[in-house]
C-alpha cells in the first residue's frame, strides 16, 4: 500500500510561512508521475477538506488561492506545499494524499498560526 509522511507543520505568526513536505513511498515511478496529489487539512469539528492539488495544472481552494503554491518533484517522488500568508484560520492538522484520497493518511503534520 502507498504510504504518504507529511512534515514541515510548526508554530508560525499571522503572516509568516511555513513550507510542508510529503514523502511518498511504493508508488512506481510512472505511476507516480501520472498521479494527481492534494494537500488536505483537518480542524477540530470541521470535515477534512482538499485546499491544493497538482497534476496536469494546479488548483487551490478560495480560502488558500494567492497564499499558498503546490509543487511535485517527479524525481523525489515527493510533493510540498509552500504556505504564505499564514493566517489564524489556517490552524489545522495538515494531511497530504492522492486525489481522490485513499485509506493512507498517515498522521499528518500540525500547523498552527497565533500571535
Known amino acids: 500500500q502507498v504510504q504518504f509522511v507529511a512534515s514541515g507543520g510548526g508554530l508560525a505568526q499571522p503572516g509568516g510561512s511555513l513550507r510542508l513536505s510529503c514523502i511518498t513511498s511504493?508508488?512506481?515511478?510512472?505511476?507516480?508521475?501520472?498521479?494527481?496529489f492534494g494537500w488536505y487539512r483537518e480542524t477540530p469539528g470541521k470535515q477534512r477538506e482538499l485546499v491544493a492539488r497538482?497534476?496536469?495544472?494546479?488548483d487551490y481552494a478560495d480560502s488558500v488561492k494567492g497564499r499558498f503554491t503546490i509543487t511535485k518533484d517527479n524525481a523525489r517522488k515527493r510533493f510540498y506545499l509552500q504556505m504564505n500568508g499564514l493566517k489564524p484560520e489556517d490552524t489545522a492538522v495538515y494531511y497530504c494524499?492522492?486525489?481522490?484520497?485513499?485509506?493512507?493518511w498517515g498522521q499528518g503534520t500540525q500547523v498552527t498560526v497565533s500571535s
Open positions: 494524499n492522492k486525489v481522490p484520497a485513499c485509506d493512507s
Open positions: 511504493r508508488f512506481i515511478t510512472s505511476v507516480f508521475n501520472a498521479q494527481e
Open positions: 497538482i497534476g496536469r495544472s494546479t
